[in-house]
T-cell receptor, first 116, second 112 residues
Framework: SQTIHQWPATLVQPVGSPLSLECTVE??????LYWYRQAAGRGLQLLFY??????ISSEVPQNLSASRPQDRQFILSSKKLLLSDSGFYLC???????????????FGSGTQLSVL | AQSVTQLGSHVSVSEGALVLLRCNYS??????LFWYVQYPNQGLQLLLK??????LVKGINGFEAEFKKSETSFHLTKPSAHMSDAAEYFCAVTSGGFKTIFGAGTRLFVKA
């Protein structure tokens, strides 16, 4: 069966420090990978998605970047964190297009990032 | 462009009462619609999905949702609330491609 791992679970970082959040998927190949951010009371905002190694699409211009160095690894980074980067970050994968446009998302357990 | 509107950021019901969480969508093409649930400090789990096979969709934990094209709605219901249903619920839409758009979420409180 497929599993998704995301770490760390919580992170407290000072403003201006770098960031690296990692997500890996097991039990599937060539998944579509996603980074979402959930700010308090504001739902989920799609940040990046990737359909293959080295292929990154950015949805919102911001202080963050993403990379996909391996098929089942997705990394969210920042060179200098801002206060506004605080939030709950969720990694997800889907099997589209294999399953069609109705393919559901499988989410990791999330990382709570506090920038102080 | 697609969008999702969830009416009510908070809903409170008594245990055993009907749960109704409202979702309206906007899509220029036939949509695929989803409801996800999120328990505190966890990721999201799929409750149910609509993919045009049937307008009334049954999901896990006794939840169901009805797709009404004329009303562009996909409301989530459960006949009898349980304490364990307390969580945040997200409606989502995709119309093909790689993007799933989520609503702002509705937090469900269940009173004993």
């Amino acid at each position: 069966s497929q599993t998704i791992h995301q770490w760390p679970a919580t992170l407290v970082q000072p403003v201006g420090s770098p960031l690296s959040l990692e997500c890996t998927v097991e039990g599937t190949s060539n998944p579509n990978l996603y980074w979402y951010r959930q700010a308090a009371g504001r739902g989920l905002q799609l940040l990046f998605y990737s359909v293959g190694i080295g292929q990154i699409s950015s949805e919102v211009p911001q202080n963050l970047s993403a990379s996909r160095p391996q098929d089942r690894q997705f990394i969210l980074s920042s060179k200098k964190l801002l206060l506004s980067d605080s939030g709950f970050y969720l990694c997800a994968w889907s099997g589209w297009p294999r399953g069609g446009s109705n393919e559901k998302l499988f989410f990791g357990s999330g990382t709570q990032l506090s920038v102080l | 462009a697609q969008s999702v509107t969830q009416l009510g950021s908070h809903v409170s019901v008594s245990e055993g009462a009907l749960v109704l969480l409202r979702c309206n969508y906007s899509s220029s093409v036939p949509p695929y619609l989803f409801w996800y649930v999120q328990y505190p400090n966890q990721g999201l789990q799929l409750l149910l999905k609509y993919t045009s096979a049937a307008t009334l969709v049954k999901g896990i934990n006794g939840f169901e949702a009805e797709f009404k094209k004329s009303e562009t709605s996909f409301h989530l219901t459960k006949p009898s609330a349980h304490m364990s249903d307390a969580a945040e619920y997200f409606c989502a839409v995709t119309s093909g491609g790689f993007k799933t758009i989520f609503g702002a979420g509705t937090r469900l409180f269940v009173k004993a």
